[in-house]
Structure formats: C-alpha cells, structure tokens
C-alpha cells in the first residue's frame, strides 16, 4: 500500500528536475557522455537533445513524464516528497487536559534550563 501519492504538477516537477536539454550544433554530434547522438539525430543540422539523467535516456523533444525509475511501484525509486504540496492544518481540535499537560512539561523543561543555566546556544534558533 503506498502512503503518499503525489499530485500530477508535483510529478512534473520531479520530471523537470532530473531532465537536461542539450543543443547540438550542426555536424558536431555528441559523441560522448549521457546525452550522445543516435542514428535518429539529424547531425547534420541544429538539434535538441531532452536527456533524463535518472533513466539516462534521450527522450522525444518536448517529452517530459515517460517510462522512468521515479515513481510509486515494485522496481521504481520513490521520490522525495515535495514539502511546499503539503497542506498542513490540523482537522482536531487537542483536548483542554492535553493542552495543559503539554504547557506543564514545557514550562518544567524550561525552568530546569533556567536554574541549571544550561541553555545550550544550538538549541535557541536565531531570530530574523
């Protein structure tokens, strides 16, 4: 069972990250690396190669989602969820006992801090 989909635009943009376009000068093909020319090239004129550098594949010019080791499935890499497509706000309510106990545990926290002086200057963020 897969916990985490992502959302079509959120693929596309892990497609987009790991795709690299080349241009290839008219009779200087690419003869080296990743992104070399094919038969199918036209070598002989101005051309564009769209190179996916996690399948490492030339792909069609303008193709960007395709047949790649990203994705959700057996034999595919999982990719990092996007944090900025994460909706984060909480749908309950805490209980006023919960919200209690938490300041108490902090407040305790805080007070051993301060009589001990043992503020540690990592664990205070800097403000902006």
Known sequence: MIG????????EEIYHTNIKVKQVIANQPITKGGS?????????NHHLHTYCKLCKKNLHY??????????????????????????????WKEPLAVMIENNFIYLQYLQQNLIDNSFNEELIAELD
């Open 4 to 11: 985490y989909e992502s959302p079509e635009s959120e693929m």
């Open 36 to 44: 070399q020319c094919t038969f199918a090239c036209d070598t002989e």
């Open 62 to 91: 303008g193709m960007v989602i395709h047949d790649c080791t990203i994705g959700y499935g057996p034999g595919k890499v999982q990719p990092d969820m996007d944090p900025s497509f994460l909706i984060n706000n909480p749908w």
